[in-house]
């Protein structure tokens, strides 16, 4: 019996998801840091969290619509002519 691709592909969408979060949230803390520092020197707690949330919500899902095509379950591979035939 063939092993299903599924557990993989889900295994893969969590961990693209957590590493695209954290690197979104990096890259967002590199390009406004300016910005988050002045919101937070004039107690503005709110502004600079939700902005960090936001970058993390979109790196997470632009890492996860980006899994190669061939990682996903319904890729079935390269086939020879031959083989469609019988």
Same mark, same amino acid.
């Not at 019996?1 to 889900?10: G, I, N, Q, T, V």
């Not at 961990?15 to 503005?44: E, Q």
């Not at 890492?63 to 061939?70: G, M, Q, S």
């Given at each position: 019996m063939?092993r299903s ?9 969590i961990? @693209? ?10 890259a ?7 910005g ?6 004039h ?12 970058c993390c919500?979109?790196?997470g899902?632009v ?13 079935k591979?390269? @086939?020879?002519?031959n083989?469609?035939?019988?």
């Amino acid at each position: 019996m063939k092993r299903s691709k599924w557990p993989d592909f889900l295994f893969t969408i969590i961990v @693209r998801f957590i590493c695209g979060s954290l690197l979104g949230g990096l890259a967002c803390v590199f390009f406004t840091y300016k910005g988050i520092l002045r919101s937070f020197s004039h107690d503005n707690t709110h502004g600079p969290l939700i902005w960090l949330s936001l970058c993390c919500a979109a790196g997470g899902i632009v890492a996860v619509f980006t899994v190669p095509y061939w990682q996903t379950p319904w890729y079935k591979g390269v @086939r020879s002519r031959n083989e469609d035939e019988t």
